[in-house]
Structures are given as structure tokens and as C-alpha cells.
């Protein structure tokens, strides 16, 4: 478009996200920053690289930095979540999903979730690097939720509680309960799949 006024964003993205993304917090400018551990994720050809290095003190986020060409939710939230992990300590750095990364931004637009997971993805590779290096086995690994839907975030952790607390036992009731497989739906075979593990695995 031409004019300005011709060229309008019609933003769906909260206060919070737009904020972090016109200022982002904690870019790596410094070409020679010393990191402690280095997570690299995505990939330049699908134009959504991210970088995360890490310093770590006394099994704590010391200082973190990222770099992405990433869209603006990726941005957004890896913005964020360099905020909320610094000085916290690696165990619980590890754990945090993109769900708490967006629920601090007050949300991201459905379609964009994916994009959200860049961030956190590339820290705990960055963890995993930390760990490496130190010649250390990973403790945290075990304990993570894996993602099974992108687009709606849900976990295989949520899965099998559900089938736990007996509330799903079919795809159809597991996808009313979160929404999973309603988006692109790529995930439903999987998700299928895992839920009759989780069944026979509960009996149910
Ligand atoms: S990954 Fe797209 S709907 Fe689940």
C-alpha cells in the first residue's frame, strides 16, 4: 500500500504483546557474549530461527539473551520469557511452557500459539547445552511436558490426567475438553494414539 493510512494493522495482539514486541527485552547484541550454555531451534528456511544463551550462577538463570527472526508472537514471547527467567533457577526455568509465557502476555491469537514455543524450546536446549558442557546429566528432562497440539498447546501430561480423572476416553471428548485437533489438525493421529496408551495404561 501506498499511503500510510492505507496501511493499517488490524492488531488482534494484547497491549502486553504489542509492547514486548515494539520493545523487546534482553536481545543478544553483543557478538562476544560469554554463555554458559547456547540453544539454536527452528530453522532459517522456515524463517523462524531462535537463539537462547544463557548464563548460569549457583543453578540459576544468571542473565539471558536471545536472537530470532521469528514473527511478532515469537518475539513477543521470547521477549517475555527472558523476563520471568532471569535469576530463577534452572529446574524451573526448564519447566515453563509456552502456557505461562502467554498467559503473562494476556494471550496470543489462537493461530499464533505455535509461534510461542520457540522461546522456551530454544531455552531449555540452552539448559541441555549448560548441562553438556558441565558433563552433567540431565535431571529436568523426565519431568517435562511434551507438547502433542501446537495450535491449542495442549500437553501429553494434560492428556494422561484427563484419562486419570476419567474425563476422556474418546478423541471426540478429548477434543471438546481442549480443543485439540480443532486447529490445523495435524496432531489428531498422535493425540489418538497416545490416548489409548494413557487408557490401557489406566485401564479404563
Ligand atoms: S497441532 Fe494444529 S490442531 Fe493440533
Known amino acids: 500500500m501506498?499511503?500510510?493510512?492505507?496501511f493499517m494493522f488490524n492488531w488482534v495482539y494484547t497491549e502486553k504483546v504489542k509492547e514486548h514486541f515494539v520493545n523487546p527485552r534482553n536481545i543478544l547484541e553483543d557478538p562476544d557474549y560469554p554463555d554458559d550454555g547456547k540453544?539454536?531451534?527452528?530453522?532459517?528456511?522456515?524463517?523462524?530461527?531462535?537463539?537462547?544463551?544463557?548464563?548460569?550462577?549457583?543453578?540459576?538463570?544468571?542473565?539471558?539473551?536471545?536472537?530470532?527472526?521469528?514473527?511478532?508472537?515469537a518475539i513477543a514471547s521470547t521477549s517475555m520469557m527472558s523476563e520471568m527467567v532471569k535469576g530463577?533457577?534452572?529446574?524451573?526455568?526448564?519447566?515453563?511452557?509456552?502456557?505461562?509465557?502467554?498467559?503473562?502476555?494476556?494471550?496470543?491469537?489462537?493461530?499464533?500459539?505455535?509461534?510461542?514455543v520457540l522461546g522456551d524450546k530454544a531455552l531449555r536446549a540452552a539448559i541441555d547445552d549448560y548441562l553438556e558442557r558441565k558433563g552433567m546429566d540431565n535431571p529436568y528432562k523426565k519431568h517435562v511436558a511434551r507438547i502433542v497440539c501446537e495450535c491449542k498447546g495442549v500437553t501429553d501430561q494434560q492428556i494422561e490426567q484427563l484419562v486419570k480423572d476419567s474425563k476422556v476416553s474418546t478423541l471426540e471428548q478429548l477434543q471438546s475438553e481442549t480443543g485439540l485437533g480443532t486447529v490445523c489438525g495435524k496432531c489428531k493421529e498422535q493425540a489418538e494414539h497416545m490416548l489409548h496408551e494413557f487408557l490401557h495404561m489406566y485401564g479404563r
Not at 501506498?2 to 492505507?6: C, I, L, M, V
Request: charged share 25%.
Open 2 to 6: 501506498s499511503s500510510d493510512k492505507g
Open 88 to 116: 530463577m533457577a534452572l529446574e524451573e526455568a526448564y519447566m515453563l511452557t509456552p502456557q505461562d509465557i502467554t498467559e503473562k502476555l494476556g494471550g496470543l491469537p489462537e493461530h499464533k500459539f505455535h509461534c510461542s
Open 39 to 73: 540453544g539454536m531451534v527452528g530453522s532459517m528456511a522456515c524463517g523462524d530461527q531462535m537463539m537462547v544463551v544463557i548464563q548460569v550462577e549457583n543453578d540459576k538463570i544468571a542473565d539471558i539473551k536471545w536472537k530470532t527472526y521469528g514473527c511478532a508472537s
